[in-house]
């Protein structure tokens, strides 16, 4: 069998489908080769717990990257909600049970926690001043994401003309550790700062990695605010794909991709079923090593993943031995033995080959927020979900032993949770109808299998500054999509600003495409 189209895309992740819709939209005859059954790939919603009705996001969970143009663009209707707690950290000093609570939009209930913590308001001051300078920076930076790539030179011009050339050398220039040491000097505080400079990546604070993460995590929408996805990320993979589908896209799943030929149009693409597609263009929304793979050439090294994720389903919440609401204090990011020393000395232990002794961890609660993915029992029965995300802890840790060692670590870090609690966490979870409590762990080597992530990496491979290096953007490298191949282009984490929940590398490569 022969068919043809103008692009086929490979892979039916959200970017995938969100290439999809823009070329469909410019009229394009576009077919999504999905491997998998389903679609959705790392942003799939499942029913984890046999019996309980509840639909987890599984591997990601919550949205910040995703721009709002992409949404007006295709016409989707895709809710997400502000949480009003940004994060709550429990932390012991001199030897009482005390916490750190920040919300959203500063105010006196901040500083007052900060006070409380520290003895003064210096902290505060200097959150404040840090985050709003962070603030105006992402308002520069943010728009930029949807466009052809500037260079660092073309970027760091327009951030120094508003004035901002001192938050561009924090980030841009020097160590994120530096920084954060001259800008913060309570341990805790500065914790809570660099976590997002580690999540998902393996990498000492002093290393430009993590300012590169850190700097993802900040910028979305020129607000850096991350906002919970009305029913889970599987909702947002239906709404593409209904709109997708209205455009008029072919969509096949359990089509997996296993060869890229040449004709004298473009491309042949070939599924395990023996059929063969002809296409001018390709859309890979795949790693660039799996990428690599179909087309028989060397794969690009293999960035291993650093993260543990662990879904949980509670019967109730637990309380807090600081005394703090819980649910206010799960509502936003809450920070289980992140301080800044207990990051760095878990980085030094895992990358020694060493689960952590204490492993930094941090966790927040879906349904307080959005009950939508509970079925009405559930609601009525004040059950509530929680998502759990470990730092530090990297792929080679699991390779001899992963369910071994997804145990243990589960069970160190039930055990550091149940420091701060009254009611034991296990008290708390729910049992599924075989009487299995309601726990699920997924390390790296679980990605690798489950969604094709090699070696686990959310990110596909290391995450770039959103700008060039080079000295000027060419057609080779204009979207920051293109592969050397001027017929395939990657439209997944892997691009060059594909990282996180953003469809930004679907549209970007879709544009590519277009401009061709």
Same mark, same amino acid.
């Given at each position: 069998?022969?068919?043809?189209? &103008?692009?086929?895309?490979?892979?039916?992740?959200?970017?995938?489908?969100?290439?999809?819709?823009?070329?469909?939209?410019?009229?394009?005859?576009?077919?999504?080769?999905?491997?998998?059954?389903?679609?959705?790939?790392? *942003?799939?919603?499942?029913?984890?717990?046999?019996?309980?009705?509840?639909?987890?996001?599984?591997?990601?969970?919550?949205?910040?990257?995703?721009?709002?143009?992409? $949404?007006?663009?295709?016409?989707?209707?895709?809710?997400?909600?502000?949480?009003?707690?940004?994060?709550?950290?429990?932390?012991?000093?001199?030897?009482? &049970?005390?916490?750190?609570?920040?919300?959203?939009?500063? &105010?006196?209930?901040?500083?007052?926690?900060?006070?409380?913590?520290?003895?003064?308001?210096?902290?505060?001051? +200097?959150?404040?001043?840090?985050?709003?300078?962070?603030?105006?920076?992402?308002? =520069?930076?943010?728009?930029?994401?949807?466009?052809?790539?500037?260079?660092?030179?073309?970027?760091?011009?327009?951030?120094?003309?508003?004035?901002?050339?001192?938050?561009?050398?924090?980030?841009?220039?020097?160590?994120?550790?530096?920084?954060?040491?001259?800008?913060?000097?309570?341990?805790?505080?500065?914790?809570?700062?660099?976590?997002?400079?580690?999540?998902?990546?393996?990498?000492?604070?002093?290393?430009?990695?993590?300012?590169?993460?850190?700097?993802?995590?900040?910028?979305?929408?020129?607000?850096?605010?991350?906002?919970?996805?009305?029913?889970?990320?599987?909702?947002?993979?239906?709404?593409?794909?209904? %709109?997708?589908?209205?455009?008029?896209?072919?969509?096949? *799943?359990?089509?997996?991709? #296993?060869?890229?030929?040449?004709?004298? =149009?473009?491309?042949?693409?070939?599924?395990?079923?023996?059929?063969?597609?002809?296409?001018?263009?390709?859309?890979?929304?795949?790693?660039?090593?799996?990428? +690599?793979?179909? $087309?028989?050439?060397?794969?690009?090294?293999?960035?291993?993943?650093?993260?543990?994720?662990?879904?949980?389903?509670?019967?109730?919440?637990?309380?807090?031995?600081?005394?703090?609401?819980?649910?206010?204090?799960?509502?936003?990011?809450?920070? #289980?033995?992140?301080?800044?020393?207990?990051?760095?000395?878990?980085?030094?232990?895992?990358?020694?080959?060493?689960?952590?002794? =204490?492993?930094?961890?941090?966790?927040?609660?879906?349904?307080?927020?959005?009950?939508?993915?509970?079925?009405?029992?559930?609601?009525?029965?004040?059950?509530? *979900?929680?998502? $759990?995300?470990?730092?530090?802890?990297?792929?080679?840790?699991?390779?001899?032993?992963?369910?071994?060692?997804?145990?243990?670590?589960?069970?160190?870090?039930?055990?550091?949770?149940?420091?701060?609690?009254?009611?034991?966490?296990?008290?708390?979870?729910? =049992?599924?109808?075989?009487?299995?409590?309601?726990?699920?762990?997924?390390?790296?080597?679980?990605?690798?299998?489950?969604?094709?992530?090699?070696?686990?990496?959310?990110?596909?491979?290391?995450?770039?500054?959103?700008?060039?290096?080079?000295?000027?953007?060419?057609?080779?490298? %204009?979207?920051?999509?293109?592969?050397?191949?001027?017929?395939?282009?990657?439209?997944?984490?892997?691009?060059?600003?594909?990282?996180?929940?953003?469809?930004?590398?679907?549209?970007?490569?879709?544009?590519?495409? $277009?401009?061709?």
């Amino acid at each position: 069998m022969s068919q043809k189209y &103008d692009v086929v895309i490979i892979g039916g992740g959200h970017n995938g489908l969100v290439a999809a819709c823009y070329l469909a939209m410019a009229k394009k005859k576009v077919i999504i080769l999905e491997a998998n059954a389903e679609l959705g790939g790392a *942003t799939a919603s499942i029913q984890a717990f046999d019996g309980m009705d509840v639909r987890i996001s599984r591997y990601s969970y919550l949205v910040s990257l995703l721009p709002d143009q992409i $949404l007006e663009d295709l016409s989707i209707d895709f809710e997400t909600i502000s949480r009003k707690v940004s994060s709550f950290t429990p932390a012991k000093r001199n030897g009482l &049970d005390v916490g750190l609570m920040v919300n959203r939009q500063l &105010d006196t209930d901040t500083k007052y926690s900060f006070v409380a913590l520290t003895g003064n308001d210096a902290e505060y001051k +200097a959150w404040d001043s840090f985050y709003s300078q962070l603030y105006e920076l992402a308002q =520069v930076m943010a728009p930029t994401m949807l466009k052809p790539l500037l260079t660092k030179a073309q970027m760091k011009k327009i951030a120094v003309d508003k004035g901002l050339s001192h938050i561009w050398d924090a980030i841009m220039e020097r160590p994120l550790s530096e920084v954060i040491e001259s800008t913060f000097a309570d341990d805790l505080v500065q914790g809570v700062v660099l976590t997002d400079g580690l999540i998902g990546t393996f990498t000492p604070s002093n290393h430009m990695m993590a300012n590169i993460c850190f700097l993802y995590h900040l910028i979305g929408n020129g607000t850096g605010e991350w906002k919970v996805p009305v029913g889970g990320m599987g909702a947002f993979v239906k709404k593409l794909t209904t %709109r997708a589908t209205e455009l008029g896209v072919e969509i096949r *799943t359990d089509a997996k991709v #296993i060869k890229i030929g040449d004709d004298s =149009v473009g491309k042949t693409i070939q599924i395990e079923s023996g059929e063969v597609f002809h296409s001018e263009f390709i859309a890979a929304n795949c790693a660039p090593q799996v990428l +690599a793979k179909i $087309l028989g050439r060397p794969a690009p090294q293999n960035v291993k993943g650093s993260q543990l994720k662990v879904n949980m389903l509670l019967k109730k919440l637990p309380r807090l031995k600081s005394g703090a609401d819980p649910v206010s204090a799960f509502a936003g990011t809450f920070h #289980i033995d992140e301080s800044y020393a207990q990051c760095e000395t878990a980085y030094q232990e895992a990358a020694a080959g060493k689960i952590p002794t =204490v492993i930094p961890a941090e966790m927040y609660c879906h349904t307080l927020t959005d009950q939508s993915i509970l079925g009405e029992s559930l609601r009525e029965q004040g059950y509530q *979900t929680l998502t $759990l995300f470990a730092l530090h802890t990297p792929a080679d840790l699991f390779e001899k032993d992963n369910e071994g060692v997804k145990a243990e670590m589960l069970r160190r870090i039930l055990k550091q949770l149940n420091e701060y609690l009254v009611d034991p966490i296990e008290d708390c979870l729910a =049992v599924d109808i075989h009487g299995e409590l309601c726990v699920e762990v997924k390390s790296p080597q679980d990605l690798e299998k489950d969604v094709a992530l090699p070696g686990g990496n959310i990110f596909h491979t290391d995450l770039h500054f959103p700008f060039s290096d080079d000295a000027q953007v060419t057609s080779a490298n %204009r979207w920051g999509v293109e592969t050397g191949d001027a017929k395939i282009f990657i439209c997944g984490a892997g691009a060059l600003r594909g990282g996180g929940v953003s469809g930004i590398g679907g549209h970007n490569a879709a544009m590519a495409i $277009l401009g061709r």
